[in-house]
């Protein structure tokens, strides 16, 4: 009998095993996504939450190429060439897009995207917040509270998938 449960525990590990390495292995779709900038072979897609970590662990003028996926917070309401998106807890990364070369639509807010380009830690000054501030649509009082440059973590894709 003991030799029967043991034989039943090892396959049930097995088992479990293949299922989660199967859900692990769950391949990127394109067809799920639209593409803007650079199409680019999705491959270790870091969450907001490892994305986060990745920004803490930089100093202005370092950088990284990465993949990370999260929801938009916002976009550039005028033409679509920036956008926030959320990483873990309150912070955000402010993406935009290499050489001006692409924009995304002005109403995905809220979609999931992957992003694939060069993160970096930044410096923000005072007249470039207000800009973004006026684009993102913000009221004259919001924009004159911007006073001081703030330290923001920068995203520079050459490539994003936004899903339909």
């Given at each position: 009998m003991k030799k029967v449960n043991v034989i039943l525990i090892m396959l049930l590990l097995c088992v479990g095993t293949a299922v989660m390495a199967q859900?692990?292995?769950?391949?990127?779709?394109?067809?799920?996504?639209?593409?803007?900038?650079?199409k680019f072979k999705v491959s270790k897609i870091y969450t907001k939450e490892q994305m986060l970590k990745k920004y803490k662990t930089l100093k202005k003028g370092d950088t990284i190429t990465v993949q990370?996926?999260?929801?938009?917070?916002?976009?550039?309401?005028?033409?679509?060439?920036w956008m926030k998106m959320n990483l873990a807890g309150d912070d955000e990364s402010f993406v935009k897009f290499k050489d001006y070369g692409f924009f995304v639509p002005l109403n995905a807010d809220n979609?999931?995207?992957i992003v694939?380009?060069?993160?970096?830690?930044?410096?923000?000054?005072v007249e470039s917040l207000r800009h973004?501030?006026?684009?993102?649509?913000?009221?004259?009082?919001?924009i004159a509270k911007i006073t001081k440059p703030e330290v923001t973590y920068s995203f520079l894709a050459d490539g994003v998938y936004i899903k339909k």
């Open positions: 859900k692990k292995a769950k391949s990127f779709d394109d067809k799920e996504y639209a593409s803007f900038g650079d990370f996926q999260s929801n938009i917070k916002a976009v550039c309401k005028k033409k679509g060439c979609s999931e995207a694939h380009g060069k993160a970096f830690v930044d410096v923000e000054s973004y501030a006026k684009d993102g649509g913000k009221s004259a009082a919001e």
